[in-house]
């Protein structure tokens, strides 16, 4: 296994000290999940016990010889937290999808007291709501599901393309890294119950990472992500996590 392979990152959408952003949930309720009965009530039907296969002999597996051992391992460690945490593009990141998502949360804030306004003005008239009305309002109140709950998308997505290229970055420094040190195996921190400081190498990865990508690429306020990967303009292969961490 190449240290480019062993030197993973953790998925996107764990790290970067982001959290989720604010859930909008306009005009929407939640149902309560009722919890699962424990055990059979009396007279219910049993449930099914696993069945009992054969279990056939298999050849038997003799002992190999003697092979060649793998040379002693020189590992690397980095804490990718800490790296994303320290990174200049991921703090603009942070600051600019900030003020969009204050600038979402405003709108819908106006929008549920613009909806209130309605309701009360139908209440103070002494007059049941005509079907008409109703009518009107529940289209207002799914169009601005629709609405803002896309601008939450948006946001989310511009998240997500801005760390990817962070992400990208880390690979190739830890990798290049690792090449310059002729280190076999590099883990993440959270990966190893103890390690010697002297194997971390994770303030270097945040010097040249400030240093190589001190921001990046972030869709404008009023464009949406999935329609410029139509576009045909950025390549658009996903960056995907393999078990191990690394990029595939």
Same mark, same amino acid.
């Given at each position: 296994?190449?240290?480019?392979?062993?030197?993973?990152?953790?998925?996107?959408?764990?790290?970067?000290?982001?959290?989720?952003?604010?859930?909008?949930?306009?005009?929407?309720?939640?149902?309560?999940?009722?919890?699962?009965?424990?055990?059979?009530?009396?007279?219910?039907?049993?449930?099914?016990?696993?069945?009992?296969?054969?279990?056939?002999?298999?050849?038997?597996?003799?002992?190999?010889?003697?092979?060649?051992?793998?040379?002693?391992?020189?590992?690397?460690?980095?804490?990718?937290?800490?790296?994303?945490?320290?990174?200049?593009?991921?703090?603009?990141?942070?600051?600019?999808?900030?003020?969009?998502?204050?600038?979402?949360?405003?709108?819908?804030?106006?929008?549920?007291?613009?909806?209130?306004?309605? &309701?009360?003005?139908?209440?103070?008239?002494?007059?049941?709501?005509?079907?008409?009305?109703?009518?009107?309002?529940?289209?207002?109140?799914?169009?601005?599901?629709?609405?803002?709950?896309?601008?939450?998308?948006?946001?989310?997505?511009?998240?997500?393309?801005?760390?990817?290229?962070?992400? &990208?970055?880390?690979?190739?420094?830890?990798?290049?890294?690792? &090449?310059?040190?002729?280190?076999?195996?590099?883990?993440?921190?959270?990966?190893?119950?103890? /390690?010697?400081?002297?194997?971390?190498?994770?303030?270097?990865?945040?010097? /040249?990472?400030?240093?190589?990508?001190?921001?990046?690429?972030?869709?404008?306020?009023?464009?949406?992500?999935?329609?410029?990967?139509?576009?045909?303009?950025?390549?658009?292969?996903?960056?995907?996590?393999?078990?191990?961490?690394?990029?595939?």
């Amino acid at each position: 296994m190449t240290a480019k392979r062993n030197a993973g990152l953790a998925p996107t959408r764990q790290r970067a000290g982001f959290g989720r952003w604010a859930t909008l949930a306009l005009a929407m309720t939640l149902a309560p999940v009722a919890a699962m009965a424990q055990g059979v009530a009396p007279g219910a039907e049993q449930p099914q016990q696993p069945p009992v296969l054969p279990m056939p002999a298999v050849p038997e597996f003799k002992p190999l010889p003697a092979g060649v051992r793998p040379t002693a391992p020189v590992i690397g460690v980095f804490n990718t937290q800490m790296i994303m945490g320290q990174s200049v593009a991921v703090q603009k990141i942070e600051k600019e999808l900030g003020t969009r998502r204050e600038a979402l949360v405003s709108d819908v804030r106006a929008e549920e007291t613009q909806l209130q306004g309605i &309701r009360q003005g139908i209440l103070k008239s002494g007059k049941a709501p005509t079907p008409a009305q109703q009518q009107e309002l529940q289209k207002r109140v799914m169009a601005d599901r629709t609405k803002f709950g896309n601008r939450n998308r948006i946001l989310e997505e511009d998240a997500q393309v801005g760390l990817n290229q962070v992400q &990208r970055e880390i690979q190739q420094i830890v990798s290049a890294i690792a &090449r310059a040190r002729g280190m076999t195996m590099v883990l993440q921190a959270g990966t190893a119950a103890l /390690h010697d400081n002297t194997l971390d190498i994770s303030n270097e990865v945040v010097t /040249h990472l400030n240093t190589t990508l001190p921001s990046v690429y972030i869709p404008g306020p009023n464009e949406d992500p999935e329609e410029i990967a139509k576009s045909g303009k950025y390549p658009v292969a996903p960056f995907q996590m393999n078990d191990q961490g690394g990029e595939q």
